[in-house]
């Protein structure tokens, strides 16, 4: 986006690629299917990012999510928007969307460099020298759009931040964001691969109530999935915990109270007062789910429905509706959706990406420290600081349209 933005304006555009191929991570968002934005006003995306919206506002102002959508309509993209405001390719290929991107900076007349790992970044008499291998190739802007740690076997190794330390920017420690979620349970475990359409998960930080809702899925030491992720987003901050786990509620049944659901579950056994217990629960979560639910309520998961004690019954519906999970950490960075952390914002004018510290050197995406929810935020933030960047460099970022 950024190399489109500049070579639109009118500049000399060069990208700089470590990989022999371009958009690797872009390819692997979505699960594959590119969740490329969110569906919703400027105000509403800025307040998704917390604290760092403030800094994004202008960037997000200035290239909106519909911005983006327009964009990619006018390249050929069709697209479907879910119920859930995510924006993603109607075909459900990620490679499209890559396609379009590169394709249209090939028609700008952009020049593509790839397998070039780049070693050195420098600035000599008022130009940048980018050192990759033997070549050493000079530029009067650079914009550094490395990405962050996460999924580096798609080349997120954190170059960027190397090159921005060198170059005098302070890096904000980094940490897993978006990421699956380790308990001190081990029964999770024992469910790896078992996925739950619709669960609430709550947790309370400093006083405050937090809560995503959504898909999960149970894993070897916990707990992933879309709810998940939006959840290690708030709590990351806070891990490892391991003196003090931070315990997070799952509500498997949500749109239900729990006065409601006892009364469905007592129907249920009276009707099939010879089923098993598992196999009865089991129409309300899935029955491995209803298994592990047993054994943890202190019963017999082959015990006769009828069988079951009115205190049992009660505790199986509390389960159901606030099981606990005790978090200790998160999963390693490399894991991780995206990274948080990275170059300060501080040292960023967020009217241009340019740096306050080093002129004509600009920053897009996700080297900067900040990151969003799980539904498309990051990548608007990519689009939009990186047209930002890209017109910027070229010299038409301010007061510039860059629709």
């Not at 950024?2 to 690797?24: K, Q």
């Not at 699956?180 to 349970?185: A, F, Q, R």
């Amino acid at each position: 986006m950024a190399a489109i933005l500049s070579a639109e304006a009118g500049a000399r555009t060069m990208l700089v690629e470590a990989n022999t191929t371009p958009g690797r991570k872009l390819l692997m968002t979505g699960a594959g299917r590119c969740n490329l934005t969110h569906q919703g006003s400027p105000q509403e995306l800025v307040r998704a990012f917390g604290a760092k919206g403030k800094f994004l506002s202008y960037s997000l102002y200035r290239f909106t999510s519909q911005d983006a959508q327009d964009l990619f309509v006018k390249l050929g993209l069709r697209m479907k928007v879910e119920e859930d405001g995510c924006v993603f390719s109607a075909s459900g290929r990620a490679s499209d969307v890559r396609d379009l991107l590169v394709g249209r900076a090939k028609a700008l007349g952009v020049q593509f460099h790839y397998g070039s790992r780049v070693d050195d970044v420098g600035k000599e008499a008022g130009s940048f020298v980018v050192r990759a291998g033997q070549e050493g190739i000079q530029a009067d802007k650079l914009v550094i759009a490395t990405g962050g740690l996460s999924w580096p076997q798609t080349g997120c190794t954190g170059d960027g931040y190397r090159f921005a330390k060198q170059l005098g920017h302070t890096i904000v420690e980094t940490r897993a964001s978006l990421v699956p979620l380790v308990t001190v349970e081990t029964w999770p475990g024992q469910l790896a691969g078992t996925a739950v359409q619709d669960v609430r998960l709550s947790s309370r930080i400093n006083n405050k109530k937090l809560t995503t809702a959504g898909a999960i899925i149970f894993t070897d030491d916990g707990i992933g999935g879309p709810a998940v992720l939006d959840m290690s987003w708030y709590l990351t901050d806070y891990l490892p915990s391991s003196e003090t786990p931070i315990v997070v509620t799952l509500d498997l049944a949500p749109y239900v109270q729990e006065a409601e659901l006892e009364g469905q579950l007592s129907e249920r056994i009276s009707a099939n007062p010879k089923k098993k217990v598992a196999s009865v629960l089991a129409e309300f979560v899935p029955k491995r789910v209803s298994t592990i639910l047993c054994r943890q309520g202190g019963c017999d998961d082959q015990l006769p429905a009828g069988q079951l004690k009115r205190d049992v019954r009660k505790r199986l519906v509390r389960m159901i509706k606030t099981l606990p999970l005790s978090i200790v950490r998160t999963r390693p960075i490399a894991e991780a959706t995206v990274t948080r952390g990275g170059v300060s914002i501080n040292e960023i004018d967020c009217k241009t990406m340019e740096s306050k510290l080093c002129p004509g050197l600009f920053f897009a995406g996700e080297v900067l420290d900040v990151d969003g929810p799980c539904g498309g935020y990051n990548l608007q933030a990519c689009w939009s600081t990186g047209a930002l960047a890209g017109s910027s460099a070229a010299g038409s970022g301010k007061g510039t349209d860059l629709r």
